[in-house]
């Protein structure tokens, strides 16, 4: 008798593990994904599901301070994540990505080989990322609002455009920008140099209509704004015939500007590299690549992709800028503990005055 109640509870465990499963799904296939909102077509999520048998677990998130938090925890679920070059620079000192199979991405190939240069300076022999959007930071300017052309950061400080300027709400970005405009270095350590950009910032409060995220693309469109702090992947949106503002144009100032990369990285702690590589692999295929940037908007970074797409892409300065644009923007670095210095100086400008 005992030993039938005993099959009978054996039998009634695995019932109920066989519906857990079912329910839950076999976790073996599911890569979990780390990635900014609205950064991925979802019907490519779709059709890679389709053709492998994998599931995908996506999981958004709003800034690179986010990304570290998530990625640092002891319990982190992560196989890819897609941060900015800094955040990169920092994870590798800090040994926490797994160096990437290359073998298992033929489609590497198709990857423009000045990009692989650039990604290079903060990953070094480019062994823990794979380039995946690029771009550049620069001013959306309303021609029917400013009276003449823009050409430099100074246009951010004009009186004559007091309450019409929308700066990004972004501290490396705001900060950056101004040391540019006096003359320094976005990566300086020199704590004068970032006291005076601070000062500059202060002194900007009555011209600026204050920081903003994603509503300045609202308000540059609907004509609320004359001068904006964009990413050229907003830019392309803010000027788009059919969404967007014809009377709105984009520059990268003659000073410079930052050019900025999301590169695709496997967390150290995923158990699923090689499922991850294959996930790498598919979105570096030239079809793909040439989808998934025509739904995003930003820059691609796959040359094959390019190739695919239509002139009014790849002529249009915004989405794909010229050498001497790229040759005059600069990455940034991970600050290591001098960042405090700018956190400082930024808790003045945004919270104190």
């Excluded at 990009?115 to 290079?120: A, C, D, K, L, V």
């Excluded at 300027?165 to 300086?188: E, W």
């Excluded at 702090?229 to 990268?252: F, K, Q, R, T």
């Excluded at 002139?311 to 960042?339: A, K, M």
């Amino acid at each position: 008798m005992k030993r039938i109640v005993a099959i009978l509870l054996t039998l009634v465990m695995l019932a109920a593990s066989l519906s857990f499963l079912t329910a839950c799904g076999d976790n073996s296939k599911t890569l979990y994904v780390l990635n900014w909102g609205d950064y991925i077509d979802p019907d490519l999520i779709k059709q890679f599901e389709q053709q492998t048998g994998y599931k995908i677990n996506y999981t958004t998130l709003t800034s690179n301070e986010e990304m570290l938090i998530k990625l640092r925890s002891p319990d982190c679920i992560y196989d890819l994540c897609f941060p900015s070059d800094y955040v990169i620079e920092k994870l590798i000192a800090e040994d926490m990505l797994a160096e990437i199979n290359k073998d298992n991405i033929p489609n590497l190939k198709n990857i423009d080989e000045r990009f692989i240069e650039i990604s290079n300076q903060f990953d070094p022999g480019n062994k823990y990322s794979v380039p995946y959007m690029w771009g550049t930071v620069g001013i959306v300017y309303n021609k029917e609002m400013v009276d003449e052309p823009v050409d430099s950061w100074n246009a951010l400080w004009d009186e004559k455009y007091a309450g019409q300027v929308l700066m990004y709400n972004s501290m490396r970005d705001s900060i950056g920008i101004t040391l540019i405009k006096l003359g320094y270095d976005i990566n300086t350590r020199n704590a004068d140099q970032v006291a005076e950009a601070r000062d500059e910032l202060i002194a900007q409060k009555n011209i600026r209509k204050g920081f903003f995220d994603d509503a300045i693309k609202d308000d540059m469109i609907g004509n609320q704004g004359a001068l904006a702090v964009v990413y050229s992947g907003d830019a392309m949106l803010c000027i788009d015939e059919e969404e967007g503002n014809p009377n709105l144009e984009y520059v990268v100032p003659k000073e410079g500007s930052n050019v900025w990369f999301d590169n695709i990285i496997i967390p150290k702690t995923s158990s699923k590299q090689a499922m991850a590589e294959e996930f790498i692999n598919f979105l570096c295929d030239a079809e793909v690549a040439k989808q998934n940037t025509e739904y995003i908007g930003y820059s691609t970074p796959n040359k094959a992709a390019l190739e695919l797409m239509d002139e009014s892409w790849t002529e249009n300065p915004v989405y794909n800028p010229p050498q001497d644009v790229l040759d005059r923007c600069t990455i940034f670095h991970d600050l290591g503990d001098f960042l405090s210095v700018f956190e400082e100086a930024w808790n003045k400008v945004y919270f104190e005055n």
